[in-house]
């Protein structure tokens, strides 16, 4: 079972998978926008390193580099950036993930959120404009970014010539994150290491493409919708990278499902509500709280069936006597 | 009746670290998040709830001790809307403080603070007026440092200024003019007090532990805590004994998780 082989993991290893999924994200980022995108890497690398290190200091704990957490934080804040950011701002986010979130709680594999996604989160609050603002780093491609011509109710139509384009990742958006046809891969990858982890992203990217279709937010063909939803922002990115953290994932089976169908819906509805144009970090910290709520409903659920189950079949037993 | 604080200076100790009301109690938040965007701010809020605090305490020790706890607390609400008014009749009638509107309307939220019920509940009506006054000073002055460090902080790094004054900083950050910079500015302080507690009981610890030859350090045998406290007589088998007697032992040695 996959469930069973996942417990024998160790630290390392887990996040020795995130890093060899993110390894193609990166070369990418570095493929599109250069010296811009390994400015940003290099300084998210090493700020997660060193925060971890003095934090490590701090609380008197062995620092271990093997169990890769820190870098694995690290590089998904650097793929979430844009190219053209201040560097300063990749700081702060990745100096929030691991002073606020992973330092304190004990490590990667304790945190109650996403460090991530918390230190994304951060610099999408705090430098909102900056964040955001995708058109820097690449002059020559779009205009604006799919998430805004979404958020603007635009006529978007998919053609051959642009297909190509936002399956590549070669769109307006975050660095590293919009390459569909890299997360696919990845997607393999998890199904082969990780399947149980691998339902919370099914569900997430069902959630989503199923919102998409019923409320298409693009004036055009509204089968396109799902397309152009997957493709714009962080969304695939987060589905392969933050909803899959070990730390968070509830732990039965059927809740990784639940897990991950409101995590997508939280996401759509905040896109389409929301002040962001990018939420899913946001939807991704609201369901990591309701994370540990799941596993007690199922808890429960189970005991409550099983007790049932228990009195049936006394009361049968009783019966024949 | 219970006399409380032998010294000011005793009261300050614990008022101000060891007890702090805002970062070890957690007492009084909503007017530290509320109000404490800019170092004005800070510094009205804070004056206002020292204020609120003493004027309670004092009344509540005075008076109030024979009064039921249900009519106490109306009390304390009602003397917390007469700081709120004398505050507000301050801010429109003398323009010598520069605050913002925001802040106007939060002003009221001193009057139903945690801190000043607490205060009043917990120590004034059980000790008499002198102790008391030195514990709302204690109380107050360690909550208003907070709130001034915390105002200051935030406009420092959220706005770029201080008290009005533009700084010239590389960059600010917007997140922390919100409630949630407050919070995190919080959790940072609130560790750093503790770490300045736990190294200060560290070092008297390890200089007596120095000092005490081995023999006595062998003979040491560790109080039993209240809920640690097992009877034989309360176990029916001899594995449940152990179980609780080997997670007890773990407790004390401080074993388990790393």
Redesign the interface.
């Known amino acids: 079972m996959a469930g069973d082989k996942e417990a024998r993991y160790t630290t390392g290893q887990i996040f020795g998978d995130y890093l060899l999924m993110l390894i193609f994200p990166v070369i990418l980022s570095v493929w599109y926008y250069s010296t811009a995108a390994l400015s940003v890497i290099a300084v998210c690398l090493v700020t997660s390193f060193v925060c971890d290190f003095i934090g490590s200091i701090i609380i008197c704990k062995q620092y271990y580099l093997a169990d890769f957490s820190s870098i694995c934080t690290g590089l998904m804040i650097a793929m979430m950036m844009p190219a053209g950011i201040?560097l300063?701002v990749p700081v702060?986010a990745c100096g929030f993930a691991v002073l606020?979130l992973k330092i304190?709680f004990g490590g990667g594999m304790r945190t109650p959120f996403v460090p991530a996604a918390a230190g994304f989160a951060?610099a999408a609050?705090?430098?909102?404009n900056m964040v955001f603002d995708y058109t820097v780093g690449r002059e020559y491609m779009t205009t604006v970014s799919l998430g805004s011509l979404l958020s603007n109710g635009s006529a978007l139509r998919i053609t051959g010539l642009n297909v190509l384009d936002i399956l590549t990742g070669n769109i307006y958006g975050p660095m590293g994150s919009g390459c569909i046809l890299v997360f696919i891969g990845c997607i393999i990858f998890l199904f082969i290491r990780r399947r149980s982890a691998l339902l919370s992203t099914l569900g997430f990217i069902v959630s989503c493409v199923v919102f998409a279709l019923i409320f298409p937010r693009s004036n055009g063909y509204s089968a396109a919708s799902p397309v152009l939803e997957l493709s714009a922002g962080s969304l695939m990115f987060a589905s392969v990278f933050l909803v899959t953290d070990y730390a968070t994932l509830p732990t039965h089976t059927p809740n990784k499902i639940v897990y991950g169908v409101f995590c997508g819906i939280i996401t759509m509805t905040m896109r389409y509500m929301g002040a962001f144009e990018e939420p899913v970090c946001f939807a991704v910290l609201l369901s990591n709280a309701f994370s540990p709520l799941l596993n007690i409903v199922t808890d429960r659920f189970i005991s409550f069936v099983s007790k049932g189950k228990k009195g049936e079949e006394v009361t049968a037993d009783e019966q024949r006597a | 009746m219970n006399s409380g604080h032998k010294s000011l200076g005793s009261a300050f100790a614990r008022g101000i670290f060891l007890n702090n009301p805002i970062l070890i109690q957690c007492a009084g938040l909503c007017p530290v998040i509320a109000g404490t965007a800019t170092l004005n701010d800070a510094l009205f809020i804070s004056g206002e709830l020292l204020v609120n605090l003493l004027i309670t305490c004092i009344i509540a020790s005075a008076l109030l001790k024979k009064v039921p706890r249900f009519i106490r607390v109306v009390i304390y609400l009602v003397f917390g809307s007469a700081v709120s008014c004398g505050a507000l009749y301050v801010l429109s009638r003398f323009n010598f403080v520069n605050v913002g509107l925001d802040l106007k309307i939060l002003i009221p939220v001193v009057a139903v603070n945690s801190l000043t019920a607490v205060r009043a509940e917990t120590y004034a009506v059980k000790h008499t007026v002198k102790s008391s006054v030195y514990d709302a000073l204690a109380a107050g002055v360690g909550a208003s440092l907070v709130i001034i460090a915390v105002g200051a902080l935030r406009e420092i790094i959220g706005s770029g200024s201080i008290a009005g004054i533009q700084l010239n900083t590389a960059f600010t950050m917007d997140g922390m003019s919100l409630p949630f910079g407050c919070l995190i500015t919080l959790g940072f302080l609130a560790a750093i007090l503790k770490m300045m507690i736990v190294s200060s009981q560290r070092q008297p610890r390890e200089k007596s532990n120095e000092e005490q030859p081995t023999e006595i350090e062998l003979s040491f045998e560790p109080e039993l805590p209240e809920e640690a406290d097992i009877g034989i007589e309360d176990y029916d088998d001899i594995e449940t004994l152990l179980a609780s007697t080997d997670e007890f032992l773990r407790s004390l040695t401080g074993g388990g998780r790393q």
């Open positions: 201040k300063y702060m606020v304190p951060f609050i705090c430098f909102k």
